[in-house]
């Protein structure tokens, strides 16, 4: 049996019964958050980071780090805290408290459902994080 290359006009190499999506649901990102509540009345912008190219909101502060990396985050855009929580919208209802070790703060997050089963660093002082215990009901 010979394998072939659908032409696609261009050359492509494009294969329809092999090059197919994985999944047809519908896809909605989870927008990552870190600091205090929007209602906080904070100044907000998205940060990205240099590594891994994750964007994620934070309040703006005198450097951020990035939650994934630890090293220092580029500052893409700057937020009012309205557009922010609106941008946000339901993912504001799942942000846990935080307490990092190093510096003592204190904030909120949602970066954990993004990344389940990865280390998180602060945005603070980008210290590693120890992981919040999953309770049981």
């Not at 990092?100 to 904030?107: D, I, L, N, T, V």
Request: hydrophobic share 25%.
């Amino acid at each position: 049996m010979r394998l072939i290359l659908g032409d696609g006009g261009g050359g492509s190499g494009y294969y329809p019964y092999t090059q197919k999506p994985a999944d047809y649901q519908p896809y909605r990102p989870v927008y990552t958050f870190r600091g205090p509540p929007p209602d906080a009345g904070f100044s907000y912008g998205l940060f990205e980071d240099p590594d891994t190219q994750k964007k994620y909101y934070a309040d703006l502060g005198l450097d951020s780090f990035s939650p994934f990396s630890g090293k220092p985050a580029k500052l893409v855009e700057e937020m009012e805290a309205d557009a922010l929580t609106r941008h946000l919208g339901p993912d504001l209802e799942h942000l846990t408290d935080v307490d990092c070790p190093q510096c003592s703060a204190q904030y909120k997050q949602n970066v954990h459902l993004v990344v389940p089963d990865r280390e998180l660093f602060c945005h603070r002082c980008g210290g590693k994080l120890v992981r919040p215990q999953e309770t049981k009901e």
